[in-house]
């Protein structure tokens, strides 16, 4: 009789498990997908973007011209390429993110460039060194951190020199891919694990700073967050990823290393058929 309740149990067990996964991979393309109810996309006029995106110079006057006008937005169809590979290795000097910046969820485009895996190797490194002086992120600076689960996050500028908030479309993700194939996180990202989680992680900036979950940053001011889009918040500098300009960052606090800007792309942005 003991051993009857003993396979009825594993039995049970078993079969919860079972369910338990097959729910999981049954939602996989849509567990991270995110509902856009709370962000105002698309609120201003052809001339407003036009305006706002030819803006240049310091931070915190863009900020001021561009107050309350949010990204140009347009849901894409949806594609799929490869799964999401990342590894992070813990070195001495530096937290080691080898990816193939294919995203964690879903794919989308609305332009005519799709991902392609890419094999990138950001090195981060694990004390920052901070500067006297935050270095600008120029309109030559595309890529400046990397995403937890292995995506480039993007500088406020696109290839046009012009920023890409306002310039581009952005996905329903926050991201889009380039002409090679590079995916890229322009805001947000507004799908993935760490979604509307304000304390949470959600990427490394070049320099070795952590980059925080996406706040209103006239909300979210424990201490007032600066020119680089970061502020000293329970201890820490880090900075945070924000609905308005510049998106991720607007300098590095700390010395970005270099390679990680040097990253070589496959160049194949088609589209599967
Ligand atoms: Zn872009
Ligand atoms: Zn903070």
Known sequence: MRLLLFFYLLIFFYTNKLIAHELFLENKDIKHDYSHDNFNFNNGSVN????????????????????????????GSKYFIADNKVTIQ??????????????DHSLFTNN??????????FKIPKVPEFLEKPIKIS????????????VVLSGPYDSEGKIAIYNRKIGQCGGHADPRGMYHYHYGPLCG?????????????????????????NVHNK???????????DGEYHYHST?????????????????????????????PK
């Open 139 to 150: 309109r030559e600076i595309q890529e400046v951190g990397v995403a937890l689960n292995g």
């Open 223 to 233: 201490t007032k967050i600066d020119e680089c889009n970061g502020h000293n918040h």
């Open 193 to 217: 694990e760490s979604v509307n989680m304000e304390s949470k992680q959600i990427g490394w900036a070049f320099d070795g700073i952590k980059i925080m979950n996406f706040v209103d940053r």
């Open 48 to 75: 407003d973007y036009k305006i706002a995106s030819n803006l240049s110079g310091d931070t915190i006057f863009i900020q001021e011209q561009t107050n309350g006008l949010f990204p140009r937005q347009e849901n």
């Open 112 to 121: 005519p460039n799709c991902a392609a895996e890419q094999s990138f190797t």
């Open 90 to 103: 813990n070195e001495d000097n530096f937290l080691v993110i080898k990816s193939n910046n294919i995203p």
């Open 243 to 271: 609905n308005s300009y510049p998106s991720f960052i607007g300098c590095f606090k700390a010395r970005p290393y270099e390679a990680n800007f040097r990253q070589k792309r496959a160049s194949n942005s088609a589209c």
